[in-house]
């Protein structure tokens, strides 16, 4: 007579397959430790005024650490924005960062535009961020549902979706406009999506490019 193997009993089964998660999600750790301790900000300063075939001096600085300014279009005028804590960041981690910009001396008031340069992969395709105006960076700084420019109290979007347009208030003949002082709060989701993306781990930060535009 043939002899037949006893069925496993469920409650194992259901071990083996708990096993099988809690080996895929340690798996998960191991890829997606990263460090992020920057993001990188630009600027373009298309603002012209004046009479014809005369530029005014229009135009807008903008700083990482609120002491350095600024001001130009090409790749090396970019500033850094230093991430706090400038930690290792897994999923399910926030960190802010801060960046400050004011009109040039003897510019008019200016419309900032702000758009994050995305990828298909890597770490700025997963990030959700929002932003404030607000002269301190931290947490305490997104409880006011006036001060966004994107996302809200607890809400974070992808970094794909452009920030509402801000003003920089004009300068004088002989010094820089008034600071607005901006705080971008940056998350990685806790997802099976972002534990999983083998292209996160060791991805470039990503990159905010801020236009001026006439009021």
Not at 14 to 35: E, H, I, M, N
Not at 44 to 52: A, E, I, L, M, S
Not at 149 to 168: E, H, K
């Amino acid at each position: 007579m043939a002899q037949h193997s006893a069925p496993t009993p469920p409650s194992r089964r259901r071990r083996r397959a708990s096993a099988v998660a809690a080996s895929g999600v340690l798996l998960g750790v191991a890829a997606v430790g990263l460090t992020t301790t920057n993001v990188v900000a630009t600027l373009r300063d298309p603002v012209f005024g004046g009479t014809t075939f005369t530029a005014a001096n229009n135009g807008f600085e903008i700083s990482g650490d609120g002491s350095t300014w600024r001001s130009g279009t090409s790749a090396s005028d970019a500033v850094t924005m230093t991430a706090t804590p400038a930690a290792a960041m897994l999923p399910g981690t926030t960190v802010y960062t801060a960046v400050s910009l004011r009109t040039k001396t003897g510019s008019s008031a200016i419309n900032v535009a702000t758009k994050a340069t995305t990828t298909a992969t890597g770490l700025p395709n997963r990030l959700l961020y929002a932003v404030v105006r607000s002269n301190t960076c931290t947490s305490s700084a997104f409880t006011d549902p006036g001060s966004f420019l994107v996302g809200g109290v607890t809400t974070d979007v992808p970094i794909s979706t452009a920030p509402t347009d801000f003003p920089l208030q004009a300068a004088t003949a002989t010094a820089p406009g008034p600071t607005a002082s901006l705080c971008f709060r940056l998350r990685l989701p806790d997802t099976i999506q972002v534990w999983t993306d083998s292209s996160v781990p060791g991805s470039g930060p990503p990159v905010w490019n801020f236009e001026g535009k006439k009021p």
